[in-house]
């Protein structure tokens, strides 16, 4: 395994560069998905995103040497994106520990200015001093304090909020920064000054018999798995902020349908209730009929002769049957005209006969319920609102239930003589 994995270097540094490259685009996506977020970690995760941006290109120019052979323009961009993605890294870091902790400007000059020196004492010229001192300066430090601040900004932002399932992926990520530390920022390339003349790739891979780009590529693995689950953070939250808001939306609808009723309980002398969807069956009697389908205007006069009929077996004064049939004809019309289907039945509540209509329309519109309902000969769009005036003088109550489920109607009439 290990000899497959040496000769075959190039596979496990393609990875690791498509790794790095997954988390920069995982982290845009989420930073164009998420607007705004309460967790002020989204303001700063495009620095993390242009690392995985900048250090997976120097891993694909790695790769190309590798299968080229070192040429130096391809060495100057590498040691260019080293440099470069370690400053973003470092950078982040630094906006990290300060969401929850102020750490002074002067720790990333300092590191800094100490890559600087040693570039110059060793060599200013030599790409390879500049390689390790990026890792050593800013590679080494950047990923502990990225450990340190996700650790922090758990403790501080998460932990008493609803997101407390998400605290092990900020400690796999704690480890894996650590890990990753250590493997890119401290195990440098062989170097005749201390500590790479130490500690470096090669004794790595004498005490490990592993190659340390191995290891590299299962942190950045890891670091890209933990900062994507650690990114649902936003997604919870905008789901939260959703139920909120439909809560609110809920209890605004509820505080509308009560003022409603109370209006048409008074204008009406309760001839006029308003039910909620829920409310609709438990307002009804025993089924004294089947259900009559009406799909289109020509069966209008079937409908008729249906209600003729099975109001026939409840209601022995002629007159009460015409004025039920023509009180739920213009109801019966307008559903089929408008929801292009609507559905009749017949119940018997105590002294009283009930006759159902529904459709499936888009029901009436809240605002128009008073005129719907209390001004004679206005019309609405998509449901039955038409002859609420006949409906109310004809029936001793009119039971209304409308929305984006449909709308229903109960006619309920009082008759003297029930067979």
């Keep these: 395994m290990v000899s497959f994995i040496t000769n075959n270097l190039e596979v496990v540094v393609f990875f690791y560069g498509l790794t790095l490259v997954i988390l920069g685009i995982t982290i845009f996506a989420q930073l164009r998905q998420t607007e705004k977020s309460e967790f002020k970690l989204l303001e700063i995760l495009w620095l993390l995103a242009l690392f995985g941006f900048t250090h997976g290109a120097h891993e694909f120019l790695d790769l190309f040497e590798i299968i080229k052979g070192e040429q130096l323009t391809v060495s100057i961009l590498e040691t260019a994106l080293t440099l470069f993605s370690f400053v973003f890294l470092l950078i982040f870091s630094y906006k990290l520990i300060n969401l929850s902790v102020k750490v002074s400007i002067w720790l990333p000059v300092l590191l800094v200015s100490l890559l600087l020196a040693l570039s110059v004492l060793l060599g200013p010229y030599s790409l390879k001093t500049w390689n390790i001192g990026s890792r050593y300066f800013l590679g080494l430090p950047a990923n502990i304090l990225v450990a340190i601040g996700l650790t922090l900004y758990y403790f501080n932002e998460l932990k008493d909020q609803s997101m407390k399932h998400t605290y092990k992926y900020f400690f796999l990520a704690t ?230 489920h449909g709308t229903t109607l109960i006619l309920e009439k009082r008759v003297d003589e029930c067979i």
């Design 175 to 404: 480890g894996f920064f650590g890990l990753y530390a250590i493997v890119e920022g401290l195990v440098v390339p062989r170097a005749d000054f201390f500590p790479a003349n130490v500690i470096n790739s090669d004794t790595f891979f004498s005490l490990f018999n592993v190659p340390v780009r191995v290891f590299r590529a299962f942190a950045a693995i890891g670091i890209t798995w933990t900062i994507w689950n650690i990114m649902d953070v936003f997604n919870l939250e905008q789901e939260e902020r959703e139920k909120r808001a439909e809560a609110a939306l809920l209890k605004k609808d509820a505080d509308i349908h009560k003022a409603y009723t109370d209006v048409f309980s008074a204008v009406t002398q309760d001839k006029l209730v308003l039910l909620t969807e829920e409310e609709v069956e438990g307002s009804l009697g025993e089924p004294a009929s089947e259900v009559f389908e009406i799909h289109s205007l020509e069966k209008l006069s079937e409908s008729r002769a249906f209600l003729r009929n099975k109001l026939g077996h409840l209601v022995t004064d002629p007159e009460v049957i015409d004025e039920l049939i023509h009180a739920s004809g213009e109801a019966v019309a307008n559903g089929v005209k408008h929801a292009g289907a609507c559905e009749v039945q017949l119940y018997k509540i105590g002294e009283a006969v009930q006759i159902r209509i529904t459709d499936r329309g888009s029901g009436i519109n809240f605002r128009d319920l008073p005129k719907a309902t209390l001004v004679a000969g206005f019309s609405t769009k998509h449901s039955l609102g038409l002859g609420f005036s006949i409906m109310l003088e004809v029936c001793s109550r009119v039971s209304l239930s409308t929305g984006a």
